[in-house]
Nanobody, 126 residues
Framework: VQLQASGGGLVQPGGSLRLACSASERTFKTRFMAWFRQTPGKEREFVGRIEWRTRYTSYADSVKGRFAISRDGVESTMYLQMDSLEPEDTAVYYC????????????????????WGQGTQVTVSS
């Protein structure tokens, strides 16, 4: 299975963007899907994740209250709604999925995810 991220672009501070991550197979099974982001010279940073069956979400403190993850089970697509964007949110955003059993406590670590999308650039600037 492959993941395809889309929806990035240039937005002014305070604006909104919606990213999408689509799986190539509609029968794709996963426990967690997540969004990470990365800027040059820094490690990939956890943004948030969704537990596919329960729709339970968890977010990094830096985006809590501004970002929201949802999913469409029929289309095997995960979304990241980003509101009140700040210049500090500028990064390449990656979606990821895990296909093996992991502990709940590991769901915020990039190393736990074994399938990754190609990344989409988000730039917040006036």
């Amino acid at each position: 299975v492959q993941l395809q991220a889309s929806g990035g672009g240039l937005v002014q501070p305070g604006g909104s963007l919606r990213l999408a991550c689509s799986a190539s197979e509609r029968t794709f099974k996963t426990r967690f899907m997540a969004w990470f982001r990365q800027t040059p010279g820094k490690e990939r940073e956890f943004v948030g994740r969704i537990e596919w069956r329960t729709r339970y979400t968890s977010y990094a403190d830096s985006v809590k209250g501004r970002f929201a993850i949802s999913r469409d089970g029929v289309e095997s697509t995960m979304y990241l709604q980003m509101d009140s964007l700040e210049p500090e949110d500028t990064a390449v955003y990656y979606c990821a999925a895990v296909t093996r059993p992991i502990a709940m406590g590991s769901s915020g670590r990039a190393s736990a995810y074994d399938i990754w999308g190609q990344g989409t650039q988000v730039t917040v600037s006036s």
